[in-house]
């Protein structure tokens, strides 16, 4: 299982970036993806999950109504679609997979992406 994201850049604050997490070696829809992220200094922390089986989206309450993701089967690649972006919202951004409990535990996946950096100016 591979998992490669991209889409990461320098941003001023207002802008939008959309990550991508090309997925590889297993079968993309039967399993509950996650989008995490992590500052310098900070722990990493959950920012979106989707279940692709039952069509559920969970966000960080950071980022609800700001963020959106999605996916699309035929490119086995997820997406992470950021509007609106905050100073506060700059860290290295990993895409994860094979969730086995909690959407928003990063101990509960598998598999994880090497990270793309966003960084948000003010």
Not at 72 to 91: F, R, V
Not at 108 to 122: F, K
């Amino acid at each position: 299982v591979q998992l490669q994201a991209s889409g990461g850049g320098l941003v001023q604050t207002g802008g939008s970036l959309r990550l991508s997490c090309a997925a590889s070696g297993y079968t993309f829809s039967s399993y509950t993806m996650g989008w995490f992220r992590q500052a310098p200094g900070k722990e990493r922390e959950f920012v979106a999950g989707v279940s692709w089986g039952g069509g559920r989206t969970l966000y960080a309450d950071s980022v609800k109504g700001r963020f959106t993701i999605s996916g699309d089967n035929a490119k086995n690649t997820m997406y992470l679609q950021m509007n609106s972006l905050k100073p506060e919202d700059t860290a290295v951004y990993y895409c994860a997979a094979v969730n086995r409990g909690s959407v928003v535990d990063p101990a509960e996946y598998d598999y994880w992406g090497q990270g793309t950096l966003v960084t948000v100016s003010s």
